[in-house]
């Protein structure tokens, strides 16, 4: 288990150090797809747009949840910024420095992470929904785009 997360550890330092850069982008897109925002903005928005969309939300948000509860209970995973204070596989008080954001300061159980994989869902269910939308309106355009170039011919 230790190899896994000091290379976790690695992997984070490498995205602090070499991405920080789009730092306030990739906060955005991680505040946008909270999980919390479902019931009280995704929810109501989208079960006006379109019904499917919004009830594939609500199930994201149940379904999520509970497999991201069972799975913490099973794994009970440690978090990275206090696994290097507590393990003993960094010499002499040379444990790695990792930045901490509001968002990561969690008292739970770490692993799996609940923010990760609430908001890869809520962001797979919005693109999902924009691209089949987009689609749907292309093929009408091309199908309109289709009659009128046949009814000028005629
Ligand atoms: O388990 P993590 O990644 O610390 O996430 C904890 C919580 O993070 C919040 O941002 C989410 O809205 C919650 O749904 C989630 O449970």
Partial sequence: MDLLHSNG???IQH???DYRAYQDFLNFMSHVGDPRNIFSIYFPLWFQLNQVVGTKMIWVAVIGDWFNLI???IL???RPYWWVQETMIYPNQSSPCLEQFPITCETGPGSPSGHAMGSSCVWYV???AALSYTVRWKDKSAVTLHRHSCGSSI
């Fill in 71 to 73: 799975f913490k209970w």
């Fill in 15 to 17: 995205l602090q150090r």
């Fill in 126 to 128: 919005m693109v999902t």
């Fill in 9 to 11: 550890v690695l992997i």
């Fill in 76 to 78: 009970f995973g440690h």
